[in-house]
């Protein structure tokens, strides 16, 4: 599944390095291939506006925490532009420069804020140069993580500072099911391609707990040396994402089990992990009959129709699949069973 919830017919098949811990596909993609993907049908950063928003607000803190106030800020892959909109309102001195190669139609471009559409090869030559620049959640859906970088640096001020947030690698996580997510980077594997782009870390730190399993590594720019060989990886790290995608792999019959009562199965949540389930529990999916959200407008397409959570709660003994991310699955259990519903989760066989 690709992270917007599209489908695409290829195995999902990881390989590991045995240096650094990094996983990738198996199979090779092509550059063509990265392309079509965030095309005008990738829909990410239009999907929940509302989620979208409170996201940039809590990626915005995160950020602020860790840097100075800068003058001009470029985010490579910034979305719908609502991160750096953040950024912008906290840093009133800011101009900021956006790029996304699926920026939505819609341009709310001004004098402080540019937007446009495109990859990091792409950044226009009077852009200049950048004090900060941001990638949330891009440098893991990148076909070589050190050019990403190198790139990135070309466009480094002096002094300048580079901010990297991608997903947690340990853990093993729902971010190694996107399809699109063409590597999951280790600590190891982040310092060893930013010192391969003549990058230093200044810091590297995890994600604070209401953002989720992420990462974020501060980078500025140093003389070319001879680079260090990371340390290797955790020897379990492998066995806990073989594991991890086992579990995965297993969920749909597990389901199935779990569901077998119900006479009726509805899913309650409509986004990201629900769209992971439709992919990777196929069989459990055809039987949910609707999708129950608290603001429908936030909802996926996902097939079934979407109704809002009061609607099921009119119906005592529906089963409904927890469609959440499965932290968060033990509090929803409670919600539903307090109003007379069947939870069905599986948090206890995939934590993350």
Not at 263 to 292: H, M, N
Request: hydrophobic content about 45%; overall charge negative.
């Amino acid at each position: 599944m690709l992270s917007d919830g599209r489908i695409v017919q290829r195995p999902l098949a990881k390989m590991a390095c045995l240096c650094c811990g990094a996983a990738f596909h198996a199979s090779g993609i092509s550059s063509a291939e990265v392309r079509t993907i965030y095309d005008d049908a990738y829909a990410l950063a239009r999907s929940s506006p509302k989620s979208d928003a409170q996201r940039a607000r809590a990626y915005c803190n995160w950020i602020r925490a860790e840097c100075a106030a800068p003058l001009n800020i470029l985010e490579v892959g910034c979305g719908s532009g609502a991160l750096l909109r953040e950024l912008l309102q906290a840093w009133p001195a800011a101009r900021g420069f956006g790029l996304d190669p699926a920026l939505p139609e819609t341009d709310p471009s001004n004098e402080r804020l540019r937007l446009a559409r495109g990859f990091v090869e792409d950044i226009p030559d009077d852009a200049g140069r950048f004090d900060l620049i941001i990638a949330v959640n891009v440098i893991e859906h990148t076909e070589a993580p050190a050019t990403f970088l190198r790139a990135l640096r070309s466009r480094l001020a002096p002094d300048g500072r580079i901010v990297i947030i991608c997903p947690e690698a340990r853990p093993p996580n729902l971010e190694l099911l996107f399809f699109d997510h063409l590597y999951s980077l280790t600590q190891a594997a982040l310092l060893a391609a930013s010192s391969a782009a003549s990058l230093a870390a200044k810091r590297q730190v995890s994600a604070p707990r209401e953002i989720g399993d992420f990462q974020m590594v501060v980078l500025e720019a140093h003389a070319a040396d001879a680079t260090t060989p990371p340390a290797g990886p955790p020897p379990e790290l492998l066995a806990e994402r073989n594991g991890y995608l086992g579990r995965w792999a297993g969920l749909d019959q597990i389901l199935l089990e779990r569901s077998a009562s119900a006479a009726r199965l509805v899913a309650f949540g409509g986004g990201q992990t629900a769209a992971l389930l439709r992919a990777y529990a196929p069989k459990t999916w055809s039987r949910v009959d609707a999708i129950a959200v608290d603001d429908p407008t936030e909802a996926w397409t996902l097939g079934p129709a979407v109704v809002p959570y009061q609607d099921i709660v009119q119906h005592p003994g529906c089963g409904v699949l927890v469609a959440t991310s499965p932290h968060v699955q033990a509090v929803l259990a409670e919600r539903l069973n307090r109003d007379g519903l069947q939870p069905i989760t599986w948090n206890d066989l995939i934590p993350r």
